[in-house]
């Protein structure tokens, strides 16, 4: 029996061994993920709250993306790269084959994602062995930005990353709970803080009074943001850019808008600046939505002019 388990614990190690390796060669190929997430750089760019210890749970084990100190060790489905790791991982899998209960494993939960703290063996044997659930005490940490389970590129972390820090500056989360602002390149939440200021300098100005901070997040939100969102929404103007997201569509909007009042040296309507940007960048159907922005944005240019001159004026940004 013990013979049997040592034989079968040896093959498997080696066949995970080659699904690495080939997993890495198709991941540089394809220029996808293939890493584990390291739980302290996720924990660092998501600003990770407090703790709750969530107690023994059933966890699927395709949703443990990352480890806390062995995420050189595995890749991302957790087969294991390093040959270091061999003594551990035939230990575990000879366990497996014995059908010998293990210790449940330890796992931080941020999101939908989960990262081991105690047991990346375990978790690497159980999936190379087909098990899709796995026993785990859970510790969840408190983020604003939720993580998901999907794999995600260095890129990704640092927009989520910025997220929050967007979220921790304005607390649009807690302003407008119902609020879900995505962008898919870096730099945009930095933009659009840039936006709620100036939109705060002008408010106070038409207003004669100071406006506090909370007060020109909601004002931005409700009457600049929201707006074009609910029309992008209900002219499915995304249609046009596929894997973009609303928020990115704000940005060229309000940006094409201040490059051509630059470019004219003179006020250009909203009109006009639809007219523009669907005749440069975009097929009918967004031309056609575009003219029903003009609707909307004719009465909002006159409140929010000056808050596009937070954007760059540079027909580079648009699609």
């Not at 540089?28 to 293939?34: A, E, I, S, T, V």
């Not at 395709?62 to 890749?75: A, P």
């Not at 500056?169 to 602002?181: A, H, K, S, V």
């Not at 730099?187 to 002008?202: D, M």
Request: glycine residues 6%; charged residues 30%.
């Amino acid at each position: 029996m013990e013979e049997q388990a040592s034989q079968k614990a040896e093959a498997a190690f080696s066949r995970a061994r080659f699904k690495a390796f080939l997993r890495k060669v198709m991941a540089q190929l394809r220029g996808q993920p293939n890493t584990l997430l390291a739980f302290d750089e996720v924990r660092r760019k998501l600003r990770v709250g407090g703790l709750i210890y969530r107690g023994l749970q059933t966890v699927p084990v395709e949703k443990i993306v990352g480890s806390v100190d062995r995420y050189q060790d595995f890749d991302r489905v957790f087969l294991p790269t390093q040959d270091h790791t061999a003594d551990r991982w035939k230990s575990i899998s000879r366990a497996f084959y014995k059908d010998v209960a293990l210790p449940p494993v330890k796992l931080y939960k941020i999101g939908d994602a989960y990262f081991v703290y105690d047991g990346n063996h375990r978790v690497s044997v159980a999936r190379e062995m087909g098990v899709e659930f796995i026993d785990a005490e859970v510790t969840e940490c408190q983020v604003r930005v939720p993580l998901s389970a999907k794999p995600l590129r260095a890129e990704d972390l640092e927009i989520k990353g910025e997220y929050a820090e967007f979220l921790e500056r304005t607390r649009l989360d807690q302003i407008r709970p119902e609020q879900q602002i995505e962008f898919t390149i870096a730099g945009g939440y930095r933009r659009l803080l840039e936006h709620i200021a100036v939109h705060k300098y002008f408010m106070g100005l038409e207003q004669q009074r100071e406006i506090s901070d909370e007060e020109a997040v909601a004002h931005w939100y409700d009457h600049v943001y929201a707006p074009l969102v609910a029309l992008i929404r209900q002219e499915k103007i995304l249609d046009a850019f596929p894997g973009r997201t609303e928020a990115d569509l704000y940005l060229w909007i309000m940006d094409h808008l201040h490059f051509l009042r630059e470019q004219f040296g003179q006020e250009v309507s909203a009109k006009e600046a639809a007219d523009h940007f669907a005749a440069h960048y975009t097929a009918k159907p967004l031309r056609r939505a575009l003219h029903r922005v003009q609707h909307l944005v004719g009465d909002l240019v006159k409140e929010t002019a000056r808050e596009a001159d937070g954007g760059v004026s540079d027909e580079s940004t648009a699609p």
